[in-house]
Nanobody, 111 residues
Framework: QVQPVESGGGLVQPGGSLRLSCKVSGSLDSPSYMEWYRQAPGKQREWVAQ???????YYADSVKGRFTISRENGQLTCYLEMNNLRPEDTALYSC?????WGQGTQVTVSS
């Protein structure tokens, strides 16, 4: 059973930083890509970032320049470093590995 598990969410003030982690449990060869999504209350789920096996990263325009995605292939772990957080970044952040989804970790940006 392959299961991504997220951690690292929490409450942070505007302008602050958080680092999310996604660790994949189960038997899985190093996946070709890993992604982060987010969903705010009352809104549709939004793609945030993707990183390929080779380390190439892609970002949504809304987070470009503030968020950084990275991965450790041998550990099947993916990270999302989030800086200069804004209230509009408040959402449930979920990791997606191929077609497997994690349960999500809540990020709340508020003063």
């Amino acid at each position: 059973q392959v299961q991504p598990v997220e951690s690292g969410g929490g409450l942070v003030q505007p302008g602050g930083s958080l680092r999310l982690s996604c660790k994949v449990s189960g038997s899985l060869d190093s996946p070709s890509y890993m992604e982060w999504y987010r969903q705010a209350p009352g809104k549709q789920r939004e793609w945030v970032a993707q990183i390929t096996h080779g380390g190439r990263a892609y970002y949504a325009d809304s987070v470009k320049g503030r968020f950084t995605i990275s991965r450790e292939n041998g550990q099947l772990t993916c990270y999302l470093e989030m800086n200069n957080l804004r209230p509009e970044d408040t959402a449930l952040y979920s990791c997606k590995v191929l077609h497997w989804w994690g349960q999500g970790t809540q990020v709340t940006v508020s003063s």
